[in-house]
Structure formats: C-alpha cells, structure tokens
C-alpha cells in the first residue's frame, strides 16, 4: 500500500454517481491509503474531497483523549498492552503506522486535540465513535465537549457510540445540545432502538448490509424523521444501491469523491 493519490482529470466522461445529498463520511481517514486513524489518513481525506471524517475516541490513563480503535496495542499500534493502561506520553513511544507501510513509521496516535488542529478545512461533520469499552466520566465528558468547543465544533460534530446511554449524555445540554448517532449491527437493534432515537432525535449509525437486505429500514428512518448513516460501504455498485435507496449518508474507507470520479473514468465504456 501507499499514500500516493492519483491527481484526477479536469475533465470526466461520465458525472458522478453520487446524488448531491449523499455525504460521504471517510472511516477513520483516508484509511485505504494511510494509517487508520493517524494525522495523515485524516489529511489525506479531506484532500480526496470528504465532506465529513468518522474517528474513534478512547483515553489513556491520564485523561487525554486519543484517536484510535482497539482497546489494545498490537493490530495497529506497536508494541502490547491496554491504551486505557497508558499514558500519554508512554503511547506517544509507540508507532502506529508501520504495520501499514514502513513508510508511516513516524506516525503516532494522535490526541483529539491534535486532529482538531488539522482538520479545520473539513467542510462537513465529524463523526465522533466513543468506544464502549472506555469509562466515561462527567469529567471525561465535560473534557472533550470543552476541546469540542474551543475549536468550534459543537454545532458541526456528532457523537455515536454503540453504547446509547453514552451518546445520550452528550445530548443532554438543553442550552445547547449536540448532535448524536446509535451505532446498530441488526434489524433487531434497530426496531429496539428506533423509538429511542425517535425521542433523542439521535442519527442511526448502521451496518450497510442489513439496509441492502432490507432497504424498508431507509424508509423506516425517514418516516420517523430521522437521518441514517450506512457503514462501512467500500463497493461502488453497493454505494450506487444505497444511494438508489435513499440514504442519507455512508462510512466508506476508500470511495471518496475524487478516488469515485477516477473509478468512474477507468470504468466507463469507450
């Protein structure tokens, strides 16, 4: 793999397959050609077009926000043990891009400070996954809402989580509230959860299959008034079927629009 992004001809003989109200939402970056959830891949994103970015947020043991997935090191960041078990400092020793590409060995995990800084010029929304598996305190909360707003992201970010009950509490600012996803994996998890997220005006954050399977459950959320976001859609016929649908936006690791408008070129018939 590598980081290199072809530059995309001025002009194209077919226009894009993506209807203007699909938002297309980069998984943790630009994560097919960099390191998942690393400055690069964020960097990377914004400039193949993403409207929006998705990223993962958990703590180290002193209370500082970082971006990445796993709960412990050893997939993509080097080296063993918990992130939650971690300092700040102690993780930024090890490296997390090389088991990409040995050329990604000066990336580290970033804070979420840190990406805030770098991704001004995004244009749309950040997806925020708050990882189950962390603690979230009032205080922790209280901690990330206030980097949120120093660099001016409330009214432009959305927090997820698979657990409800954490996404809820960042709703719960009557003054001024923030916007929140329910992450689901099936049909069930979405009949239970939608009446929820019907009353918490919360996003659903879903798996793509099971809306292909049945694409009722587009329509489902509509109808309740409700936005859906379909993850993680890496297939241009898959990404065409949903956007048939309805859907409003999609989680995608590689379809971004300028990495789109090169498929739809090498694609098309002569």
């Known amino acids: 793999?590598?980081?290199?992004?072809?530059?995309?001809?001025?002009?194209?003989?077919?226009?894009?397959?993506?209807?203007?109200?699909?938002?297309?939402?980069?998984?943790?970056?630009?994560?097919?050609?960099?390191?998942?959830?690393?400055?690069?891949?964020?960097?990377?994103?914004?400039?193949?077009?993403?409207?929006?970015?998705?990223?993962?947020?958990?703590?180290?043991?002193?209370?500082?926000?970082?971006?990445?997935?796993?709960?412990?090191?050893?997939?993509?960041?080097?080296?063993?043990?918990?992130?939650?078990?971690?300092?700040?400092?102690?993780?930024?020793?090890?490296?997390?891009?090389?088991?990409?590409?040995?050329?990604?060995?000066?990336?580290?995990?970033?804070?979420?400070?840190?990406?805030?800084?770098?991704?001004?010029?995004?244009?749309?929304?950040?997806?925020?996954?708050?990882?189950?598996?962390?603690?979230?305190?009032?205080?922790?909360?209280?901690l990330l809402l206030e980097l949120i707003d120093r660099y001016h992201w409330r009214d432009r970010s959305v927090a997820c989580s698979f657990d409800p009950d954490v996404a809820d509490r960042f709703n719960a600012d009557i003054l001024h509230p923030m916007a929140i996803g329910y992450s689901l994996t099936s049909a069930e998890s979405f009949d239970e959860l939608l009446p929820r997220a019907t009353t918490a005006g919360a996003a659903l954050v879903s798996a793509y299959d099971m809306l292909l399977a049945d694409p009722d459950l587009i329509w489902e959320a509509h109808a309740a008034g409700l936005e859906i976001v379909a993850w993680t859609v890496d297939q241009l016929e898959d990404l065409q079927r949903l956007s048939d649908f309805g859907i409003d936006r999609v989680i995608t690791n590689r379809l971004l629009p300028k990495t789109i408008a090169m498929t739809t070129i090498e694609t098309a018939e002569p």
Request: glycine content about 6%.
């Open 1 to 142: 793999m590598t980081s290199e992004t072809q530059a995309v001809p001025q002009s194209s003989p077919k226009p894009s397959i993506l209807p203007p109200f699909v938002d297309v939402i980069a998984h943790r970056g630009y994560s097919a050609g960099a390191p998942e959830n690393t400055i690069i891949a964020f960097e990377q994103a914004i400039e193949l077009g993403a409207r929006s970015i998705e990223l993962d947020i958990q703590w180290t043991r002193d209370n500082v926000p970082v971006v990445t997935h796993d709960p412990s090191l050893g997939r993509t960041i080097a080296g063993i043990g918990r992130i939650a078990d971690l300092t700040w400092t102690e993780l930024q020793e090890c490296d997390a891009g090389s088991w990409f590409n040995a050329e990604f060995s000066d990336q580290r995990v970033p804070s979420f400070e840190q990406v805030l800084q770098h991704v001004q010029r995004l244009p749309g929304q950040l997806f925020l996954d708050l990882k189950p598996y962390c603690q979230w305190s009032d205080e922790r909360i209280a």
